[in-house]
Structure formats: C-alpha cells, structure tokens
C-alpha cells in the first residue's frame, strides 16, 4: 500500500504544474484575444477625443451630425443646423467625420 502511495504524490505534483500551466496559456490566450485589443481601442478613443478642436464634423454616439463651435475640457457645443446649438459631454462624441485640416483641404 505505501508503493502505490509513493508512486502517486509524484504525479499530483506533476498535474499542479501542468494545471498551472493551461491556466498560464488560458491566460495568454485571453489577454491576447479580449484585454490588449480593449485597451487599444480605448487608446485610439482617447487620443480621438483629446484631438477634437472647433470646426471638427462629429457625430456623436446617438448618432446626430454637427460641427464643433466650442470645446472645453468636458463639454463640447455643436452646431446642428443653422440655429440650433447642443451641449454635449466631451465622451458623447463617437468619431470624427471632417477635421478641420481635412475640410480646409477639400
């Protein structure tokens, strides 16, 4: 009895490792496929909303088209037709349409 003992603790040892192993891979494999692509997004949205200056054509993430008339550190004002003004969060703006370097181009 104490052989089969013996001869059994060196393979629990040996599956924690492999254990520890395929959770090290699962780990990888999630950081690769879910976390990095995340935080790259979320980088890009950053330097997009810290990019954004008046004249910019945005739309925001309820998706109404304006240009920017004012920019301030968390409130941008758009300009939706020839009247209308709306105050919006800085975060509220989902992409960039035309920069103003792009529509000075054009």
Known sequence: MNELL???APAAGGSIWGMVLSFGAMFAVFY???IRPQ???QKTRNSMLSALKKGDKIVTIGGLHGHIL???DDVVVIRVNDV???TF???AISHVI???E???KA
């Open 70 to 72: 004012e920019i301030t």
């Open 89 to 91: 969060d800085r975060n």
């Open 98 to 100: 035309a920069s103003t």
């Open 32 to 34: 690769f496929l879910l």
């Open 84 to 86: 209308t003004k709306m």
């Open 39 to 41: 935080q790259k997004k």
């Open 102 to 104: 792009e529509a000075a």
């Open 6 to 8: 013996l001869a059994a």
